[in-house]
C-alpha cells in the first residue's frame, strides 16, 4: 500500500493566500485564510477550521462532506459564528443533515446558513464581500467571487476642505465614487458559459477554474458530468484578465505533468503564462 501524505497546495496571491486541495470526485477545497473564506470545504482540512465563512458551490460529496465536521470541531474547539453561503435550493436539506447530524452525535453544533442565488451578495466584512452567481453544474449550482469594495473621494471634490465635505454630506451628497477591486473568482464545478462577461470573474486577480478532462476521448465523460474538457478551454479564458489562473478538479485519469502537456498545446503563450496547477508539487511546500 502507497501511503500519499495529505498537504494543502499553497500560492502566494501579495498580500493574500490560497491554499487547497482538490482533485475530481475525491476532495476540492481552497482557503483563503487572510480574507477568511473557504471555498467549498471537501473533508474540512485542519486548516479550513479557523476560517469564518464557507461558500458552498452544489451539493456533491466531494465538495460539501466535511461540513457537518467544520462545525462539530469548530464548536469543540470554541470557534464561534462559523456562517456558510449555500445554494438556496440546499438550504433545507443541509438543515436535515445538520439535524439529522445532531440525533448522531447528541446534540446540533451551532451553525448558520445563508441561502443565496445568482447574483446575491454576502457581506464577508467592511469593504468585503462575496458574490454568488449561477454555473453550469448541476441545479443550483453557483460560484462565488470575492470582491473588495472601497470608496474614493470623487475627484471634482479634492480641492474642498473636511468641514465643507462634511457639510455636502449632511445636505445628502454623495462625495465618494465605490470602486469593486474582484480579488478571487471560484467558479466550482462547471461546464462551459460565457463567465469573461461578468466583470467580478474577468477581472478578478485569481480565477480557480476547474479543468476536469484534458484526453481526447474523455470528452464524453465531461459532457455527461457538466465539467469542464481542456478544448473548451480557450474560449473560456478568452477575455479574461486574471493575473493568475489556477486551474483545479483534474480527474485522476490524467496526472498534473500529463496534463500540463496536453494544456501547452492547448493555449496561446500570453494565457499559459498566466496559468497554473493548483496541485503542482511546486505549490507543495517542504515539510
Ligand atoms: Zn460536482
Redesign the pocket.
Known amino acids: 500500500m502507497k501511503i500519499r501524505p495529505y498537504k494543502l497546495s499553497q500560492l502566494a496571491m501579495g498580500d493574500f493566500m490560497l491554499a487547497g486541495y482538490s482533485v475530481a470526485g475525491e476532495e476540492s477545497v481552497v482557503v483563503a485564510p487572510e480574507l477568511d473564506v473557504v471555498f467549498d470545504i471537501g473533508r474540512c482540512p485542519r486548516e479550513a477550521l479557523a476560517v469564518n465563512h464557507l461558500l458552498l458551490t452544489?451539493g456533491?460529496a466531494?465538495?460539501v462532506a466535511g461540513l457537518p465536521y467544520y462545525f462539530a470541531q469548530r464548536d469543540f474547539q470554541g470557534i464561534a459564528n462559523g456562517t456558510a453561503l449555500v445554494p438556496a435550493r440546499l438550504d433545507r436539506p443541509l438543515r436535515e443533515l445538520m439535524s439529522a447530524w445532531g440525533r448522531v452525535e447528541g446534540h446540533v453544533p451551532p451553525h448558520t446558513f445563508v441561502p443565496l442565488r445568482d447574483g446575491d451578495e454576502h457581506a464577508i466584512r467592511r469593504g468585503l464581500l462575496a458574490r454568488a452567481f449561477k454555473t453550469r453544474?448541476?441545479a443550483g449550482s453557483l460560484g462565488y467571487a470575492l470582491v473588495e469594495v472601497r470608496r474614493k473621494l470623487k475627484p471634482e471634490l479634492a480641492d474642498r476642505t473636511g468641514p465643507q465635505l462634511v457639510e455636502l454630506k449632511k445636505q445628502g451628497v454623495e462625495i465618494e465614487n465605490r470602486i469593486e477591486v474582484p480579488l478571487v473568482a471560484y467558479l466550482g464545478?462547471t461546464a462551459a458559459s460565457n463567465y469573461a462577461d461578468l466583470p467580478h470573474v474577468r477581472d478578478a486577480r485569481a480565477l480557480l477554474v476547474e479543468c476536469t478532462f484534458f484526453e481526447p476521448d474523455h470528452l464524453d465523460r465531461a459532457r455527461a458530468g457538466r465539467h469542464l474538457h481542456v478544448v473548451d478551454l480557450p474560449a473560456m479564458l478568452e477575455g479574461m484578465n486574471n493575473e493568475r489562473i489556477i486551474i483545479i478538479h483534474v480527474t485522476r485519469r490524467t496526472g498534473v505533468s500529463a496534463a500540463r502537456k496536453i494544456l501547452r498545446k492547448a493555449l496561446a503563450a500570453d494565457t499559459l503564462e498566466r496559468v497554473t496547477f493548483l496541485m503542482s508539487s511546486r505549490h507543495v511546500g517542504p515539510e
Open positions: 452544489h456533491h466531494d465538495h453544474h448541476c464545478d
